[in-house]
């Protein structure tokens, strides 16, 4: 049996909730990750004999190892009766299976790069007979509305009503565009991020049996932080319920929903309710932060407008601690106040130190925060995505992965010649890789192996690497073998590498970042599972960024906080412009806009264990800034 016995009643409640539909509206640091384990781990130790999944879905890869890892500690060996996924890795996973009624290979490319996105519209554009020279469009201007079309999931049949609010001559040019993308990555075995949901949506509405066995394996169903969901990804959600059963588990908060600019909306929670007449508990007791914060999160929040009518008032559960809580300091200058943080931050003890986050709404005053944090001899760091690997080894590998995945794939061909020079200083033209592919079965990776071992410079290490392990990866398909074999290529040329120019910076790191992805990627889907192309796809989805050194102290857009806690929380450039942003200010106060930077205020101090620090100034980025309004609505500043 699960002990549940440290929760409380709606917990529990919320755990042992069995069939049908259900809402659990909770306030931050109210255990919403415990209950949604919870409740897991309990369905598949109570149906030990039968053979249905349960499906839970997430919006980051992080949140969902997370969630697999306590279940498994709850339940071992539960791998096999739970899919715990994000959205996009999902869709991903319906797409290698069924894609092919779409025309779609399951060896697909997730394009992760804008610019290559834009190339790809643009080709699109090019294949229509329009006379796009007097619309003035191009990839780059009309990518934005695609994305919009993209999140909104709209249709062939939706497509009319959606293009009405853009001038009249450009209706019908704008929806053959928005097909011709659609298809023309289709006719490119590519996805980017937004048609990898719209294409899986696709298939299910247009392809009942394929829906129908989705819903015959998956009996419940798990929805984390779904006010984040924009309306593709409600519409791939919906296809999935069990209209007899409406077995749909969804863990909320509307007051968290920060990604508006991406399609989420507080609507959305309110059509969820009424389409699935869910029933609701609430958990507004909040069991991380202390009372002082829970009282000005509350004050701060009341301020909106369009939050669900019947949500309650956060209830702190921890008791006042000794000292102040809520600090907010005023300084002169930015740099004044970014000096302040950093010396405040630095005075701590070593272990309070790793338990500081320094947070803004921008990552123009994070720079400033990170320069003087250092500049104090703290460790400290910047949270950001990073797409492609850096060093040269990582480069070389990642791209003859996708040439071997992709045979006659130019882009990758170029990298890979690129990655090359670095390494081995052998410069071998792409063009010349791709054109003489023809003899080698089509495989540009053989022949970029035959020209470089052709060629009477190349080191005899090189020789031997290239001459074994190309065939073999080519014939096989097996990246472990090749991945090994490439790091032991990759150390024996930095053993005698020369010269300034150093190709094997970021090498260690990067190593331990791809071993670790691939460990994650092989714990989602089973290591037997894991083919080249659930690899490369799942490599694609995730951010290739390095963990971070023991104890250095993050410097976290507000975005990049949620969902996580910290002893010490600086929120730091509280004024207008900063937070709220300068787009909401000009959209107005009672604004959708307003309204969402104050949710990311709420979001800010609500990650607070034991003190929140909220700093502001009078000169930001050399303009004169009043005080943020958040400061006042809290009942901070007067
Ligand atoms: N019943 C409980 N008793 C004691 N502590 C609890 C209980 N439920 C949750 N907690 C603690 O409260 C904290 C917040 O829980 P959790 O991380 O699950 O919050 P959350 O609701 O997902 O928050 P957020 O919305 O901010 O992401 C955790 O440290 C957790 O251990």
Known sequence: MIDISSLNDRQIEAVNWQDGPLLVLAGPGSGKTKVLTSRIARLVQESSTKHFRILALTFTNKAAAEMRQRIELLVPGSGNRVLLTTFHSFAGDVLRQHGHLIGLKPDFTIITQEGERIALLDEAIAKTDLHTEELNFSGERLLPLINRMLENDVSADSISKMVLALPADQQGPIQEIYGAYRSHLISCNSLDFPTLIAEAVRIF???SAVCNQVRRIYKFICVD???DTNLSQYHLLTQLINQDSNNLFVVADDDQIIYQWNGASPE??????SDFNMNLVQLPANYRCPPEVIEIANKLIAHNATRSLDKQNLQALKPVAAGNAVRVGGFNSLDEELSWVASDIASRSELERSRCVVLARTRKALEGALEQLVAKGVPAYLAMRKDEFVSAPLRWLHAALRLANNPQD??????LCKAFYALEGLQVDPANVISSSEAFDGSALRAFANIALGRAEI????S??????IPALTDKLDFRSFTLATFGWAEMLQDTAIGTDNPFADYGTEKSTWSELVAEIEGQFGQENVTLNVLLQELDMRSKAPSPANGAVPCFTIHASKGLEFGHVYLIAMVEDQLPSWAAVKKGADSREMQEERRNCFVAITRTEDSL?????QRVFGWNKAPSRFLREMGLIN
């Open 410 to 415: 130019r882009e990758q061909a170029r990298r």
């Open 459 to 462: 080191g005899a290490q090189t």
């Open 205 to 207: 509405r247009e392809i």
């Open 268 to 273: 959305r929670l309110n059509r969820l309710r």
């Open 464 to 469: 031997v690497f290239l001459f074994s392990a």
């Open 613 to 617: 620090t909220l700093t502001y100034s």
């Open 225 to 227: 932080e779904f006010q």
